[in-house]
């Protein structure tokens, strides 16, 4: 057997499938839920930003915390559940035995979910940290951590119990999104809310833990995902395979030296900044492994496969904007502007969300043992999406060159600003609508495939 | 790769070689930033905030002003933060030494307000903010909800806001900022970096790039 298609055998995979269902079914389920929730607030965010008045009068629902609200359910209900549900479903593919200590995943998952709902609330009625990336209040982070650190458990048993020796690139990065998320997540709350660092040094540990959770954690568990599926629907062993732990390596030690890039021109020391844009550049390597591997998505191939190729060309054009925006001439006109916020949507909703949605449509019918109950709901999902994405991030980025442009200009006041940038916000908000609606029918059609399944195990109980 | 422990201790090795770099590097570099003592005046600058100012911080922060609010001008020739009157030097770290929560932003959708209390030739003053908050301009909301618009009984309160025209308030009523409306003003009122620390002297415009 070749190293780049992993194929373990059918007898185990049923095994692990029945095994492990439920708490898998339970992550997937409860980030699906997130995701409506982030979309909605998304949606009020975004109209606020063209017509302010609207829910201007409800303290819950202020630009500031809308906006922190959708992010924190974006992150920590969506990626988080979704991500961590799909990891442990290939970790215990790949490791080849049953799923471990599915309980303590099924336990953790449910206090994960009264975390974040905690975190939520928490954030609606004031007690937010304004920390980008970390606005939850105080008392919500341990409970994530000790939560996440339950739904690991089998994770870490799968991984560590496997029967090969030899690891897939899959689960490279699956690991290494399931080991290192606590103690990112752990620095974070330490330096910058129990024991708070001094002054300006708040911005660099945040710019480090807002840029490591993203490169170690969150981008991982969407290439995991990739790394999976491509060579199963393909069939193929993956390109440039040699490469593949060069380039899995490069994000690793890279990665976390690259958030210094949002503080060009601030009051920090001038060689972070200067660190984070060498480092962009030289992630780029990693980025175009990424692509080596996996351009075997584009040649096609069922749903799924067009997800992950959607998401791979998004995470890759993310990552050269990222590295092109790091530069202090093009930063002086794309810092603080929506071409920041067209980027970061680029890569963490175009690649990694679309990644996530790709490996969630190849996993669920093997998890399920059923087909997906529609397969116009779940077109309809892959055009809303595509269509949805396309138009967010070409409007923010039309918005933040229309910005950056006046901002540059001093006689320009800040109401020309606005109005010159409400045509393309309009347009976003009409593009977060349309993610919304896509992400409905996704979610319509998982609890139809998941429901059809428990119907049938009733039946056959009755029966039986 | 076969090797399971090597993975794990590489993964380690990767997230402790950034955080000691830039983290333990940034820390050994600024952690004990002092004030700055000026024989001249007599006193040591950042001024620390009053009372009721870090009381206003948490009130810009619970309401996550720094969604569309910076807090951070970039050096003269860096973007036009100077000619918008935001501060004629850049910020630096001893601004932010007695801040609890420092609040850099991310987006310039409404002002920077680092400086906002030490503008030339005119700053705000606490009428104008508290105005402003009540009515909101261009994409800025209305924080209606930081105020009370209750009835007047007896003597009309003297903080009560006086506006003019739609947003006058109905006949026997009167429109008075909550404490934390009052709070938040004083905060941005002790937002003020005009005093230039030796580290603070504009560059020489002819080292701009990426100017206009």
Redesign the interface.
């Known amino acids: 057997m070749t190293s780049a298609s992993p194929t373990p055998s059918p007898l185990d995979e049923t095994a692990i499938e029945t095994a492990g269902r439920d708490p898998l079914v339970f992550l997937l389920g409860s980030s699906l839920a997130w995701l409506l929730v982030s979309g909605a607030l998304a949606l009020v965010a975004s109209i ?2 063209h017509r ?2 609207f829910f ?4 819950i629902f ?4 809308a ?2 609200l959708q992010e924190t359910a974006f992150i920590y209900g969506w990626v988080a559940n979704a991500g961590l549900g799909l990891v442990l479903w290939i970790l215990g593919r790949l490791g080849g035995a049953v799923l471990r200590a599915a309980n303590w995943t099924f336990v953790g998952a449910i206090f994960w979910n009264v975390g974040v709902t905690a975190g939520l609330v928490g954030i609606a009625a ?5 920390l ?1 990336r970390l ?1 939850m209040p105080g008392y919500a982070q341990p409970l994530l951590l000790a939560a996440y650190g339950s739904i690991a458990v089998s994770g870490v048993l799968a ?2 119990g496997r029967r090969r ?3 897939f690139a899959a689960q ?1 990065y699956a ?2 999104a399931l ?2 998320f606590p ?2 997540f752990s ?1 974070g709350q330490v ?1 910058l809310v129990w024991v ?10 945040q ?2 833990f807002a840029q ?1 959770l993203w490169t ?1 954690w969150m981008a991982p568990l969407g290439l995991a995902g990739a790394y999976y599926v491509v060579p199963k629907v393909t069939g193929r062993v993956l390109p440039a395979y040699d490469l593949a ?1 060069l380039g899995f ?1 490069c994000l ?2 890279i ?3 690259t ?2 890039r ?2 060009i ?5 001038a060689w ?1 900044s200067t ?1 984070a844009i060498v480092t962009s550049a030289i992630l780029l390597s990693h980025y175009l492994i990424v692509w080596l591997n996996l351009r075997g998505a584009f040649a096609g191939g069922g749903n799924a496969l067009r997800f992950i190729a959607f998401g791979l060309a998004a995470y890759v054009l993310g990552g050269f904007v990222d590295a092109a925006t790091a530069m ?2 093009i ?3 794309t ?4 071409f ?2 067209a980027q970061q949507q680029l890569a963490l909703y175009g690649g990694v969300s679309m990644l996530i949605f790709g490996t969630l449509y190849f996993a669920v019918p093997r998890l399920t043992g059923r087909p997906w109950a529609s397969t116009g709901l779940l077109r309809g999902h892959l055009v809303l999406s595509f269509l949805g994405l396309i138009l967010l991030i070409g409007a923010l980025a039309g918005a933040g060159l229309a ?1 950056g442009a006046d ?4 006689q320009l ?3 020309t600003i ?1 109005a010159d940038t409400r045509p393309w916000l309009r347009f976003a908000s009409v593009a977060q609508a349309i993610l919304l609606l896509g992400n409905f029918m996704l979610a319509v059609n998982f609890a139809r495939t998941v429901g059809c399944g428990k119907i049938a195990a009733v039946k056959e109980a009755l029966v039986s | ?2 090797n ?1 422990s090597l ?2 201790l ?6 402790g ?3 000691a ?3 333990l590097g ?2 050994a ?5 002092p004030a700055y003592y000026d024989q001249g005046q007599g006193q040591a600058f950042p001024r620390r905030p009053s009372g009721v100012a870090a009381r206003g911080q948490l009130v ?9 609010h ?1 807090q ?1 001008v ?2 003269p020739g ?3 933060d100077q ?2 009157g935001w501060g004629d030097r ?22 920077d307000l680092t400086n906002l209390a030490g503008r030339k030739p005119t700053a705000p003053d606490a009428v104008d903010l508290l105005t402003l908050l009540y009515s ?10 930081l105020f009370e618009n209750r009835k007047i009984s007896g003597q009309p309160s003297d903080h009560a806001l006086r506006l003019t025209g739609r947003l006058k308030a109905a006949p026997g009523r009167e429109i008075v900022p909550t404490p934390r409306a009052e709070a938040l003003v004083a905060y941005l009122l002790s937002l003020n970096t005009s005093f230039d620390y030796p580290e603070s002297i504009p560059a020489p415009a002819a080292q701009a ?4």
């Not at chain 1, 708070?196 to 540990?205: F, K, R, S």
């Not at chain 1, 021109?265 to 020391?269: A, E, L, R, S, T």
């Not at chain 1, 810092?335 to 929506?338: D, E, G």
């Not at chain 2, 909101?136 to 909800?145: E, I, N, R």
């Open positions: 606020q930003l302010p008045e201007a009068g409800c303290p202020t630009y500031g915390r906006q922190a004031g007690d937010a940290t304004a980008p606005e991984w560590a020796p030899v690891m490279w690991v290494a080991f290192l103690w990112i620095v330096m708070p660092v001094h002054g300006v040094l708040q911005a660099i540990v710019g480090w490591s170690l732990s390596w690793l030690f990665g976390g030296w958030g210094g949002h503080l021109g601030g009051p920090v020391p972070i660190v202090r001439a930063a002086v006109r810092q603080f502007t929506w920041d916020e910005q901002l540059a200009n001093a006041s800040f109401a606005a | 790769m076969k399971g993975l794990f590489g993964l380690f090795a990767a997230l070689f950034s955080w770099g830039i983290v940034s820390n570099q600024l952690a004990t930033l810009y922060q619970d309401l996550n002003c720094a969604a569309c910076t951070q970039r050096r860096f973007g036009s000619a918008r850049q910020s630096v770290a001893r601004d932010y030494i007695y801040q609890t929560a420092v609040q850099l932003g991310e987006f310039r959708i409404g002002p909101g301009q261009g994409a800025m909301p209305a924080y209606s909800f790039e990426g100017s206009k």
